[in-house]
């Protein structure tokens, strides 16, 4: 594990996020480098924009930044409707553009007011994201899709962290994990340990759930089943210490083939996500390993050999398609990124320590 504390991490730079940021949000979609107005905004964006300023608040101190929280947070609460949903899409004059959220969006909402209770945000601030936690619950009892689901265990899992008495949480987060571990038995046999019958997006957060469902309730059938989920999903996608996403034109159907392209940053950062939760969970370097695999995805660790991530600016291409690099830079790849480089950072410091102390 020695190697990892020489392993190249570029500087934190939160230029090109700033750059797609304005007094209402954070744009959705960039032109080549240039911010899409007419894209206008999301709840997906914004919540996860809001969890990297926290978290690049906690690990190195970027307080100047708390003003860009609470624009994030902000944009939130005014997406957060009177029955505990979100809309999802906002146009650049601040129209709703949809009737509610998708269950993503809804998901990341809570993640991200979940995160807000752990972070060093006032904590007047934080009323209000307990506030739009609490009034979403009985709406998040009701979901049926995996990934809303592993977004809203994600949340309730800092939630439960921040408020460890509060009356509920550990409830819901072991019935919201009872309905992932219901998908996977009846979606699994001796080839296929998924909970659907397709790999399609952002797949490693459902397994990411699980671990931190476990850390939540210490229920060993959680972790059981992110260990085994998680294996399977790696058996998929690293080949020959290359990462390669599930490409998002055409997926990964049980029984059919694998869509090679359009690989997305959302899939490689997500897994160093997972795999650093799976580490901290278990102790097995197996999974920095795959961490840093995923991450290297993002600088020609990749099929096409070819740098995702731009150092000049501070941004991230939209992905890998066939016959290169996708050039927009938009705020899902760019925050993916950001993530994802804060975790595996966050996860050396910890190995680097270990190793002095030996």
């Known amino acids: ?25 954070v744009l959705q979609h960039a032109t080549h480098g240039i911010p899409c107005f007419k894209s206008g905004y999301t709840t997906d964006d914004n919540a996860r924009a809001l ?12 307080q100047e930044t708390e003003p860009l929280a609470i624009t994030c947070l902000s944009f939130l609460q005014y997406t957060h409707m009177p029955n505990g949903l979100f809309h999802n899409f906002v146009s650049f004059d601040r129209r709703f553009l949809d009737k509610e959220d998708s269950g993503d969006s809804f998901g990341r909402a809570v993640w991200a007011c979940g995160y807000t209770l752990c972070s060093g945000l006032n904590p007047n601030m934080k009323g209000a994201a307990k506030k739009m936690i609490d009034e979403a619950m009985p ?25 460890p008495k509060q ?44 671990f931190l469902a476990f ?51 959302i899939d490689a950062g997500s897994t160093v996500e997972a795999a ?12 920095v390993e795959a961490a840093y695999c995923a991450f290297k995805w993002f600088f020609g660790g990749n099929i096409h050999g070819l740098n995702v991530y731009d150092s000049a600016r501070g ?5 890998l398609v066939s016959d290169g690099v996708n050039l927009n830079q938009g705020a899902e790849s760019t925050l993916t990124f950001i993530l994802a480089r804060m975790t595996l950072e966050n996860i050396m410091m910890q190995i680097f320590e270990t190793e002095k102390s030996e």
């Open 215 to 265: 850390d939540s309730t210490k229920d060993n059938r959680f972790l059981e089943a992110a260990e085994k989920s998680f294996g399977f999903l790696l058996s998929k996608t690293i080949n020959k210490g290359i990462f390669a996403p599930v490409g998002q034109n055409g997926w990964f159907p049980k029984g059919g083939e694998k869509a090679c392209f359009d690989q997305q940053p």
């Open 139 to 163: 709406q998040a009892m009701l979901l049926e899709d995996p990934r809303p689901i592993a977004f809203v265990i994600m949340g309730l899992h800092y939630y439960l962290k921040a408020f």
């Open 315 to 319: 941004a991230c291409f939209d992905g």
């Open 51 to 62: 969890i990297v300023i926290l978290q690049s608040q906690e690990i190195f101190g970027n």
């Open 167 to 210: 009356p509920g949480v550990f409830e819901k987060i072991l019935a919201l994990g009872e309905k992932l571990l219901c998908m996977l038995e009846q979606n699994s046999d001796s080839e296929w340990v998924w909970f659907e019958n397709i790999l399609t997006y952002c797949n490693a957060r459902i397994p990411q759930a699980l």
């Open 1 to 25: 594990m020695k190697a990892y504390k020489n392993s190249p991490l570029v500087p934190m730079d939160l230029s090109h996020l700033k750059t797609m940021m304005d007094n209402t949000g």
């Open 276 to 287: 650093v939760s799976a580490f901290n969970t278990t102790g097995n370097t197996k999974y």
